[in-house]
């Protein structure tokens, strides 16, 4: 089975951009819908934005306008540029399949990426 490894965060400056990626050894990825979670500390993690295997989009209303996921299946990745970042985006950053990729039972997360926004 695939692993999950997000990367790309860092610190950035408030209406700073970013753009993170998610890639999967087991290529999984390309034949799966797929989101970007986000959990901010003390908070639960939440869907931000979600791409369908023909590339059809969601996001979260709070992030809307300003992220853009997109994927690239023939390098099995995923990305979620982000423009005009808010300190209310600090959070790691996580992708995962839809549904959420299950290992023996559990659900399997990867490490995440940090994103910290300054004010």
């Known amino acids: 089975q695939g692993q999950l490894v997000e990367s790309g965060g860092g610190l950035v400056q408030a209406g700073g951009s970013l753009r993170i990626s998610c890639t999967d050894s087991?290529?999984?990825?390309?034949?799966?819908?797929v989101a970007w979670h986000r959990q901010a500390p003390g908070k639960q993690r939440e869907v931000v934005a979600s791409?369908?295997?023909?590339?059809?989009?969601n996001y979260a209303a709070s992030v809307k306008g300003r992220f853009t996921i997109s994927r690239d299946n023939a390098k099995n990745t995923v990305f979620l540029q982000m423009y005009d970042l808010k300190p209310e985006d600090t959070a790691v950053y996580y992708c995962?399949?839809?549904?959420?990729?299950?290992?023996?039972?559990?659900?399997?997360w990867g490490k995440g990426t940090l994103v910290t926004v300054s004010s």
């Open positions: 791409i369908t295997a023909g590339a059809s989009t």
């Open positions: 087991g290529n999984i990825l390309a034949s799966n819908s």
């Open positions: 995962n399949t839809l549904p959420i990729m299950t290992i023996n039972g559990k659900q399997y």
